[in-house]
């Protein structure tokens, strides 16, 4: 089967020619009438649009984005803040960048409607150190914004007012995690905190309720604004609603950025018909689909078992190729949506020194603050790179999983599954590979095979 026709409703403008990143050009393609709309109405009103619209965080975890704003604090008297993560520091994604580089006040008026739903008089748009270009173009747009009248004070006359302010963060992958990001805005060493107690809900930014969303989820909040939430729930698949952007890098002939209806395209379809397949005279290998921490999937393996179509519990069997693109399917196969960065290997890849090159990264940026993972990632660092760069032996494949057996679940956040979960699953899908690769790396590589680490 075909794959299905893009649905751009946030890309709808990227790379649109003649389309710029100013006020002008967004306001004449109807830019901020679902602002003007908004503020006219009910901030319950606009929360429960986003509750019925089933509408999940597209930052990677897929949490429930209205379930979240139902539990932040109301009643204690304190400030609600709201911060925009821009982070985006999950290796394969690049989705958010693009949002804020060509259509930055697509963002802004999301974030302004979210605000307004929930109270909010003060938000954050928190975006990586490395992203200096797009931290200038958000700072611009707020500035045209305010001059406008749809951010600061008395908004629309209104009555209500907000400000947004870009803070840049330090350019580590931890700050991505709410609460390390949260302790960064402080001005503080991003250590994730302890939960319970230190929701963000209730304890968040300077210990006052605070949300945190993610730049596309915001974006999709304009969309719902604007369209409804039933609406907005009839595309893309029950429990898995809206569209999705996937970031497919790697082996394929057509890498980029493409939007679908949530769950109507599989894996086949993305990479072959959408991407054009693999390069010339390859075939492909590996596929990690959700960011560098979700657990890869081996091209040939199939998946069984039984999952819910309608009121029914039905049987599947998939191969790689036939697993529905979304946060369910992904899900029920052992590895995750994520945000959407989908990385492709070939079989020149070898996989040893792929993970090698993972371990390198997530060893360099864990915050250090709990024993497991500042160690684990360490010591798989340190493995993967002998192996790599000096002697391999074929027990330490063995040696390696009983590491990251040790580290999830014993840690404040959730890095020690990122950490771990690349090393788990790569040995338990390659395991010869990692028990032969001291006789492998004797060989010469394949010809078109790139230097990874």
């Known amino acids: 089967m075909p794959a299905p026709e893009q649905r751009r409703i946030i890309f709808q403008h990227i790379d649109e020619p003649g389309y710029t990143n100013d006020i002008d050009c967004y306001l004449r393609n109807g830019g901020y009438e679902v602002l003007k709309k908004a503020v006219g109405r009910k901030p319950e009103e606009l929360i429960d649009e986003v509750k019925k619209s089933g509408l999940r965080g597209r930052g990677g975890a897929g949490f429930p984005c209205g379930v979240k704003w139902g539990l932040v604090d109301r ?26 580089h060509q259509d930055p006040h697509q963002l802004i008026e999301g974030t302004i409607i979210s605000c307004f739903a929930n109270n909010v008089k003060q938000a954050y748009i ?25 951010v600061g004070p008395n908004i629309l006359g209104t009555g209500y007012s907000c400000e947004i302010y870009v803070h840049r963060g330090a350019g580590a992958y931890i700050c991505g995690e709410e609460t390390g990001l949260i302790e960064s805005l402080e001005g503080k060493r991003a250590n994730p905190r302890i939960k319970p107690p230190y929701f963000p809900a209730v304890l968040g930014l300077y210990q006052c309720p605070t949300i945190v969303n993610n730049v596309e989820t915001l974006c999709h909040v304009k969309y719902i604004a604007e369209h409804g939430g039933e609406a907005y729930a009839k595309i893309g698949t029950p429990n898995n609603t809206g569209t999705r952007i996937f970031c497919v890098s790697g082996h394929v002939q057509r890498p980029g950025y493409y939007e679908f ?39 040939g393996e199939r ?15 998939w191969g790689v190729e036939d697993v529905p693109m979304d946060f369910d399917s992904l899900g029920m196969i052992g590895t995750m949506g994520g945000s959407g960065g989908v990385i492709v290997m070939d079989d020149t890849v070898n996989m040893v020194e792929a993970l090698a090159n993972i371990n390198a ?7 250090g603050q709990c024993t497991p993972c500042r160690e684990g990632s360490l010591w798989m660092k340190k493995i993967s790179s002998r192996m790599v760069h000096g002697d391999a032996r074929p027990q330490d494949g063995a040696l390696l999983k009983s590491v990251a057996d040790q580290i999830p679940g014993r840690t404040i956040c959730a890095f020690g599954e990122a950490c771990s979960w ?11 590979e990692f028990n032969n690769y001291h006789e492998a790396k004797k060989q010469p590589k394949p010809a078109a095979a790139n230097v990874l680490v």
């Open 361 to 367: 990264f997530y060893s360099h940026e864990s915050c």
């Open 422 to 432: 690349p090393t788990q699953s790569f040995i338990a899908k390659f395991t010869d």
């Open 75 to 100: 009643k204690s008297g304190k400030p609600i803040y709201l911060i925009v993560n821009a982070d985006e520091s999950e290796p394969g994604t690049f989705k958010d960048r693009y949002i804020m």
């Open 303 to 317: 998946f069984k078992g039984k999952r819910k179509v309608g009121t029914e519990m039905v049987d599947y069997d």
């Open 261 to 299: 209806p949530a769950g109507t395209i599989t894996m086949g379809q993305l990479l072959n018909d959408v991407c054009g397949g693999p390069l010339p005279g390859r075939t492909f290998k590996a596929v990690i689909p959700g960011g560098s921490s979700a657990k890869i999937l081996r091209f």
């Open 126 to 150: 928190y975006i990586r150190g490395e992203m200096p270009e797009g931290a200038r173009i958000l700072e611009k747009a707020i500035a045209e914004a305010r001059a406008k009248n749809f």
